[in-house]
């Protein structure tokens, strides 16, 4: 009997050993799962980053400082004539002005990078964010007399890791904006807060039914900021600095329109779901 009672044993400590191993392997295999996503996630932004500063810097920069160049040089050579003298002044001007506007965007990539690295992820009512999104298309669609549709398939207690700062102030306004700036006026633009295939991700959709985007566009990778329908104008750096503060909580965006004339949807992927579905 003794003896038997030492094999058991014997074979309930292998059995708890194994056991272990294998829920610390399970465990590592999930950490190095989400520090990939993590990875994907930054050196996504990165690249993006990195093509922003490079078109910036080889067209934005560079074209108006060989302009002022040229300018000067002319200037100093005495080959403007006198009457000209304003009209040149004037091209110096706007194109000073073109390079003091490539400083200011890549001072707001820093200034973003450094404000993002210091916030830490709080969790946030899908509730909340959908009364956020409420209060300030009331002021953005305003101008354009567009309408807002707002449709939640998530249970109330529903939460999401992100920062209320950002959420506020980089991630929904430029979300609500691109949807005014690209609808025609007295459109409509509906929000949808759904889960993603049951899965741990909560999906938030823009959908606008304005101009769309062409497949052109979408493979230029929309490298050059496009007017709105009323000739807005920004500097093209809405989504990008969104981008860069969501994949700060893990989170990330996707951007899609069926074509030209199609309106286009623009969903918020937001991590870390709380509750039961």
Do not use: C, W
């Amino acid at each position: 009997m003794l003896s038997q009672n030492i094999v058991l044993l014997a074979l309930a400590s292998l059995v708890a050993t194994n056991l272990l191993v294998v829920l610390m392997l399970l465990r590592r295999r999930r950490q190095s799962e989400r520090e990939l996503r993590k990875t994907q996630g930054e050196l996504r932004q990165e690249r993006e980053l990195s093509q922003v500063l490079r078109r910036t810097l080889s067209h934005d920069l560079a074209n108006p400082l060989m302009a002022i160049r040229s300018y000067l040089t002319l200037l100093e050579d005495g080959k403007i004539k006198d009457e000209h003298l304003p009209r040149t002044l004037e091209k110096v001007n706007a194109n000073v002005t073109a390079a003091f506007k490539f400083i200011q965007r890549a001072r707001s990539i820093g200034l973003a990078q450094r404000e993002a690295s210091a916030m830490v992820s709080e969790l946030i009512p899908v509730a909340e964010i959908l009364a956020e999104i409420e209060s300030q298309s009331a002021v953005l669609f305003r101008g354009k007399e567009l309408q807002l549709e707002v449709k939640s398939e998530l249970p109330l207690e529903f939460q999401v890791r992100a920062h209320r700062i950002a959420l506020r102030e980089h991630i929904l306004p430029v979300a609500l904006s691109n949807a005014a700036k690209y609808s025609q006026r007295g459109g409509v633009v509906k929000v949808v807060a759904s889960l993603v295939n049951q899965s741990s991700t909560v999906a938030i959709t823009v959908t606008d039914n304005g101009v769309g985007i062409s497949k052109e566009e979408f493979e230029r990778k929309l490298s050059s900021p496009r007017p709105g329908t009323e000739d807005e104008f920004g500097e093209g750096m809405g989504l990008i600095l969104m981008g860069l503060f969501l994949r700060k909580f893990g989170a990330d965006y996707q951007l899609t329109s069926e074509g030209s004339g199609q309106g286009s949807t623009l969903k918020l992927e937001l991590r870390r779901v709380i509750g039961k579905f």
